[in-house]
């Protein structure tokens, strides 16, 4: 089993906590990749998919929602997913992780985790303070869920 946190980051923060979740799910083996040079060719069934956008305009990014309708179709039936985002503490800050929860469920997915989101101060950053051990935690959780599924 191995698995990817696929992220799109326009200011780093996605991928700040992208990085944390990828570095707490050890032991598995999962690498934090940029959108832009995943390659879906290479899930395998049993694998397990993190995916992690900003959210823009109320939605993923259109790069994080290409890649997961590209996915769809029963294409991740067999594969482990969850989805977080990065937004500001608006009142009304729409949402992604629910919506690239759903595109996940959509391509067959096996869902294990809430959608998960994670904030920051402005649009450009910097993550909230506390976010990244948050992010290491919410990993923790992961590995187990994905620890007890490999473990009939
Ligand atoms: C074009 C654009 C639209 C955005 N729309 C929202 C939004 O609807 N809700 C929200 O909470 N944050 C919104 N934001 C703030 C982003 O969520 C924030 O920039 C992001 O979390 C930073 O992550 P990054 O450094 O990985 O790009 C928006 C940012 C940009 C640039």
């Not at 200011?11 to 995943?38: D, H, M, W």
């Not at 503490?89 to 959608?115: E, N, Q, V, Y």
């Not at 910097?126 to 976010?131: C, K, S, T, V, W």
């Amino acid at each position: 089993m191995k698995g990817y946190v696929v992220y799109d980051s326009a200011y780093g923060n996605t991928q700040a906590v992208a990085e944390a979740i990828s570095q707490n799910l050890k032991p598995l083996r999962a690498a934090a990749v940029s959108v832009s040079e995943f390659n879906p060719g290479t899930l395998a069934t049993g694998d397990f998919l993190i995916v992690g956008s900003p959210i823009n305009g109320w939605r993923p990014t259109p790069k994080i929602t290409q890649l997961l309708t590209r996915l769809g179709d029963g294409r991740l039936k067999g594969i482990r997913a969850a989805a977080f985002d990065t937004r500001v503490r608006f009142f009304i800050h729409g949402d992604a992780a629910r919506k690239m929860t759903k595109l996940l469920t959509d391509g067959g997915a096996h869902i294990i985790s809430d959608p998960t989101p994670f904030y920051v101060r402005g649009t450009e950053g910097p993550l909230r303070a506390g976010e990244l051990e948050k992010a290491a935690g919410w990993a923790r959780n992961l590995a187990s869920a994905l620890d007890r599924k490999a473990t009939p």
